[in-house]
């Protein structure tokens, strides 16, 4: 088992482009979550994606926008790229309802200049 | 709104000392409660959780936490360190009002930075 894998691992962009992160959950798992990790901090729950829909969203604006795959895989897409992007974008996968636990993927570290 | 507070940005212990990383939050309903550790340029690990039921929680690699209702707390404790517990940790809530159980959206606290005295 693969577990949660991400791509690409390192990623850096200048500021107003758009970019997109993979996400690839653990075998088994039907539920994509997204974090956002800025240095020196915790995680934040940007949104979730259950059955091709998202299901749950923090507080992050439209510029932050998702998408889920049949086959349960995911991407994150940010548009207009500020240099407070600049973070770890962490992948998580579970199964809704019936496990308590989220695996999380190595992240994809996202530089903006 | 779930919030959560670690104390402490950084915790320093000597080898075979006691760890103790304290955790508090706040929410409108009983949460689920995790704590998860971080090593450098890696994701999150889970290290446990507590969901329902007993509220001393037994993780991995000798951890445990106690879940404490009256004072809002999950304090995660190990009663010996060990060098390869230097790492970053964090506590999350998770409310069980959407019904995901523990897949719907953490809120993490700020992180607590171990480091291990030889």
């Known amino acids: 088992d693969a577990g949660v894998t991400q791509s690409p691992t390192h990623l850096i962009k200048t500021r107003g482009q758009q970019v997109t992160l993979r996400c690839s959950p653990k075998?088994?798992?039907?539920?994509v979550s997204w974090y956002q990790q800025a240095l020196g901090q915790g995680p934040q729950f940007i949104f979730q994606?259950?059955?091709?829909?998202?299901?749950q969203r923090g507080n992050f604006p439209d510029r932050f926008s998702g998408h889920q795959f049949p086959n349960y895989s995911s991407e994150l897409n940010v548009n207009a790229l500020l240099l407070g992007d600049s973070a770890l974008y962490l992948c998580?996968?579970?199964?809704?309802?019936?496990?308590?636990?989220?695996?999380f993927g190595p992240g994809t570290r996202l530089t903006v200049l | 709104a779930q919030s959560v507070t670690q104390l402490g940005s950084h915790v320093s212990v000597s080898e075979g000392a006691l760890v103790l990383l304290r955790c508090n939050y706040s929410s409108s309903v009983p949460p689920y409660l995790f704590w998860y550790v971080q090593y450098p340029n890696q994701g999150l690990q889970l290290l446990l959780k507590y969901t329902t039921g007993a509220t001393l929680v037994k993780g991995i690699n000798g951890f445990e936490a106690e879940f404490k209702k009256s004072e809002t707390s999950f304090h995660l404790t190990k009663p010996s360190a060990h060098m390869s517990d230097a790492a970053e940790y964090f506590c999350a809530v998770s409310d069980q009002e959407d019904s995901g159980g523990g897949a719907d959206g953490l809120t993490f606290g700020k992180g607590t930075h171990l480091i291990i005295q030889p």
């Open positions: 075998s088994g798992h039907d539920t």
């Open positions: 998580a996968s579970s199964l809704l309802g019936l496990d308590f636990e989220q695996f």
């Open positions: 994606y259950y059955e091709e829909e998202e299901r």
